[in-house]
């Protein structure tokens, strides 16, 4: 976890850094999820997608990251 500063436009939208939608496997237009909680807000992809090949397809969560059943299967078959 690393604090970013960043203003909100003139509209109330905010600009997540590059690196970190590619970190988080966002792309434009992705539906995100607000919560808002002890005058905080969380921001989330309400679809996760496959860090490694974009599907939203099938997704899990391991370790805070979506893999999809190929991509899991792929690097399972690394070991070894
Ligand atoms: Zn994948």
Redesign the pocket.
């Known amino acids: 976890m690393s604090n970013m500063y960043k203003k909100l436009s003139a509209h109330g939208s905010i600009n997540i850094p590059v690196a970190v939608r590619r970190d988080l496997g966002l792309e434009g237009r992705d539906p995100m999820e607000l919560t808002v909680e002890g005058g905080e807000i969380r921001i989330r992809a309400y679809t996760p997608r496959?860090?490694?090949?974009?599907?939203p397809d099938g997704?899990k969560l391991f370790r805070g990251k979506g893999?999809?059943p190929?991509?899991?299967g792929a690097v399972s078959g690394m070991e070894g």
């Open positions: 496959c860090v490694f090949c974009g599907t997704v893999i999809c190929a991509c899991a």
